[in-house]
């Protein structure tokens, strides 16, 4: 199995899932086991697929369900957000953990379809 702890993309989603986790108990009651319950299954799911991703030959299908799982995060972020339940420094906090996810998963994601792209040339 692949290593994925070097990776720079792992470490700042498991540090968002960490920051999640802790963020979410700190919920009202009424939000923390539907929304709360979300944020926290998106990052876990999100995280599972950098380390998938890692593993695999094919890595672009993989990173693109990263991609799409990335802005399912956004929206229920911004959810949250909205109704008042994280407060702005919260998250900007998170959107700028969740840019830099974004960047680092754009950069893997083009690299894996350029190789891709190459072995089928060949």
Known sequence: MAKYNHLP???????????????????PRAHKYVLGQRLKDITSDLMDLIVEANSKQEKAEILEQA????????????????????????????????????????????????????FTIK
């Open 9 to 27: 993309i792992f470490q700042e989603t498991y540090k968002l899932t960490l920051e999640i986790h802790q963020t979410v108990d700190q919920f």
């Open 67 to 118: 991609r799409l799982k990335l802005e399912k995060f956004r929206i229920h972020l911004r959810l949250s957000f909205d109704l008042k339940i994280l407060g702005l420094k919260k998250y900007e906090y998170f959107s700028r953990i969740i840019e830099e996810i974004s960047k680092q998963l754009s950069g893997w994601l083009d690299w894996a379809r350029e190789k891709n792209s190459s």
